[in-house]
Nanobody, 124 residues
Framework: QVQLVESGGGLVPAGASLRLSCSAS????????MGWFRQPPGKEREFIAA????????VYADSVKGRFIIARDNAKNTVWLQMDNMIPEDTAVYSC?????????????????WGQGTQVAVSS
């Protein structure tokens, strides 16, 4: 398995940008599809974005499409989530996750490893 650690969360005003990082260790990073999820206060965890092992394919939730970009660098064992034009509804704990093999999943229960999460808050 791969161990994941997120960083980059914080408090930003609406309209601002933030970039989250997820660093991996353990198993070979390029064996894994990487995803980002978030859990807003009092709500269920939701899928945000995911990227294939080689970085050539990405999928996004409709709520972030056009505002967020997922990218990875296998040489650095890192996946990023660039968040632009943020809105208060983006406030949540953001977690990265790893899925070994197969097509890119949107379901959280398909992911094998999870980071501890990083808090993001967007003020209005």
């Amino acid at each position: 398995q791969v161990q994941l650690v997120e960083s980059g969360g914080g408090l930003v005003p609406a309209g601002a940008s933030l970039r989250l990082s997820c660093s991996a260790s353990g198993d070979a990073f390029n064996n894994y599809i990487m995803g980002w999820f978030r859990q807003p206060p009092g709500k269920e965890r939701e899928f945000i974005a995911a990227i294939s092992w080689h970085g050539g394919s990405t999928v996004y939730a409709d709520s972030v499409k056009g505002r967020f970009i997922i990218a990875r660098d296998n040489a650095k064992n890192t996946v990023w989530l660039q968040m632009d034009n943020m809105i208060p509804e983006d406030t949540a704990v953001y977690s990265c996750a790893a899925h070994h093999n197969g097509p890119i999943p949107r379901r959280a229960d398909k992911y094998d490893s999870w980071g501890q999460g990083t808090q993001v808050a967007v003020s209005s």
